[in-house]
């Protein structure tokens, strides 16, 4: 009898250790599809600012000639500004916020 219940604690302990693996390589997958590579191109639509594109996979995902979130069509006056305020959007982007809208407090945080 003894040894009947030694046997079933085995058994059901290698099945938790089963069931234990299979859960956290599952968890591994989607950790590692959240991680995606983002790429940012920042660009002149004309001489007078900038704006930028965010790329995945090497296609456009985000094509912003203008401020987000400000009133009006206003161009970053510099590309310093429109790669900080993409690099915010990725950062929305990786955080699984889609879409990544930015509101006014953000932009003008950095951007002053």
Same mark, same amino acid.
């Given at each position: 009898?003894?040894?009947? *219940?030694?046997?079933?604690?085995?058994?059901?302990?290698?099945?938790?250790?089963?069931?234990?693996?299979?859960?956290?390589?599952?968890?591994?997958?989607?950790?590692?599809?959240?991680? /995606?590579?983002?790429?940012?191109?920042?660009?002149?639509?004309?001489?007078?600012?900038?704006?930028? /594109?965010?790329?995945? /996979?090497?296609? *456009?995902?985000?094509?912003?000639?203008?401020?987000?979130?400000?009133?009006?069509?206003?161009?970053?006056?510099?590309?310093?500004?429109?790669?900080?305020?993409?690099?915010?959007?990725?950062?929305?982007?990786?955080?699984?916020?889609?879409?990544?809208?930015?509101?006014?407090?953000? *932009?003008?945080? *950095?951007?002053?």
């Amino acid at each position: 009898m003894k040894k009947k *219940v030694i046997q079933i604690q085995r058994l059901a302990f290698l099945i938790s250790l089963i069931v234990l693996i299979s859960c956290d390589s599952n968890t591994k997958k989607e950790n590692s599809s959240a991680k /995606d590579v983002f790429t940012i191109k920042t660009f002149q639509p004309d001489a007078t600012g900038w704006g930028y /594109d965010i790329l995945k /996979d090497n296609k *456009v995902i985000i094509h912003q000639p203008n401020i987000p979130a400000i009133e009006g069509n206003h161009l970053f006056r510099t590309d310093a500004e429109a790669r900080k305020i993409a690099v915010l959007v990725v950062e929305k982007l990786k955080n699984n916020i889609f879409p990544p809208s930015l509101t006014k407090e953000e *932009v003008e945080a *950095v951007i002053k």
